[in-house]
């Protein structure tokens, strides 16, 4: 294979990841409405289910981050895609709760090391100018399996059986890895082109990456917004079916419409904050600009628990999708901006677990909530979290730049 092509196949692999990735932990969310009726699983124990597969994809998204920097990108996809295809493929042979339990944690554990993997092959394989939109690209798959999740799991439950909607893709992700692992490494290409993506052959020690204020800001926002997008994977399909009485089969031809939103707009917020730097605008300015836009477009979220129709109600969806798009595509690529070659995926690790751990502390109690109340109080506070994000953002990075940290 020429080699100047391998970036662009690379590109596809991190999308199909990605892509795989989002799809695989979205089989529940819609196969739960079975699931429920023939195992009599609570909203309770669901949450708790959530919670497991949270605990060990907070976990493993710091080891995996950090085991990305150590090993590279090659050899720590290759073992979370195969983790996690396996798992996947081990829900079809739940028959109770508590086996649902150990797959999810599974599930999880091979997952966790996805975003932090992809993150650091765009490093290792892209420059500045183009890292936005490489990272677009490569999280917009997460959007597109989102999309596809929906009206796929509800083709192939109704043709071969829920549980044949956990396998299928189980399988078509141990053919991935097994295609990655052919891929060419990406070390002799960033050495040869001498430019600021060189591979270190150390890590900067977590005491010095958890005393940097820019890392402790983006643990912070990853903290307050991951339970919007969780609550928005694992709730939504639900709260069709039981707020606007949308029928198990009729939620496909709505569901995916959010998720399609966000492919979109992970790829326009990396290609629209690239264009402003090869404009001539300062990478600062440029990534803080989309963010920024992110934001205001969120505030739309409270209007969900009021609007009479269920189109108007995903319409509105679709907006925070297509914001968070913006929003995480130029915070992943802020993150490679600051901490370069030798913490990306250290630093996009810590965050997601943060962001994990909010997560499972998070979805019980929204099960709570929901079980008490409604889904309003949920839907205001999703309307909050990011303009509260971008104001942390800008206040305790006000400048985006490399900085240089001590290796071990």
Not at 297 to 308: E, K, R, Y
Not at 325 to 350: A, E
Not at 384 to 407: D, E, G, N, S, W
Request: proline share 4%; aromatic share 12%; glycine share 10%.
């Amino acid at each position: 294979m020429n080699r100047k092509y391998i970036p662009l196949v690379v590109l596809a692999f991190l999308f199909s990841a990605t892509a795989l990735s989002f799809l695989d932990r979205q089989v529940l969310s819609m196969t739960i409405i079975k699931i429920q009726q023939e195992f009599k699983v609570t909203d309770f124990q669901y949450g708790i289910v959530n919670t497991s597969f949270l605990i060990s994809y907070a976990l493993m998204f710091t080891i995996g981050g950090r085991l990305m920097d150590k090993f590279g990108s090659k050899k720590g996809l290759a073992v979370s895609v195969g983790v996690w295809s396996i798992a996947n493929s081990l829900h079809g042979i739940i028959s109770n709760f508590y086996h649902l339990v150990i797959f999810r944690f599974l599930l999880g554990a091979g997952e966790g090391g996805c975003f932090p993997g992809a993150a650091k092959a765009v490093f290792e394989w892209f420059n500045e100018k183009n890292r936005g939109l490489a990272n677009g690209i490569a999280i917009g798959g997460a959007a597109i399996g989102a999309v596809i999740a929906p009206p796929l799991t509800i083709f192939i439950s109704s043709k071969l059986g829920w549980r044949s909607s956990f396998v299928i893709p189980g399988l078509i992700g141990i053919v991935w890895v097994v295609g990655w692992l052919l891929i060419p490494s990406a070390k002799k290409r960033v050495q040869n082109q001498n430019n600021e993506a060189l591979v270190a052959k150390s890590a900067i020690p977590f005491s010095t990456i958890l005393k940097n204020k820019q890392a402790q800001t983006f643990i912070l926002i990853r903290f307050l917004l991951d339970p919007v997008l969780y609550f928005i994977m694992f709730w939504t399909p639900k709260y069709l079916n039981e707020q606007r009485n949308i029928s198990f089969e009729n939620i496909g031809s709505l569901f995916w419409i959010p998720f399609l939103a966000l492919g979109v707009s992970n790829i326009v917020g990396g290609f629209f904050s690239d264009k402003l730097v090869k404009k001539g605008v300062s990478i600062n300015r440029a990534r803080k600009t989309v963010m920024g836009i992110a934001a205001a477009l969120t505030l739309v979220a409270p209007m969900i628990a009021f609007v009479s129709s269920a189109q108007v109600a995903v319409a509105l969806m679709a907006v925070i999708m297509f914001a968070h798009g913006f929003w995480i595509t130029n915070y992943i690529t802020s993150i490679s901006d600051i901490f370069g070659g030798i913490g990306t995926s250290t630093v996009v690790g810590l965050s997601g677990t943060a962001g994990a751990i909010s997560g499972l502390i998070i979805n019980p109690l929204i099960g709570l909530v929901i079980q008490s109340y409604s889904y309003s109080p949920i839907w205001i506070a999703c309307g909050l979290m990011y303009p509260l994000a971008f104001v942390l953002f800008i206040v305790f990075i006000p400048k985006i730049q490399l900085v240089r940290l001590q290796t071990m």
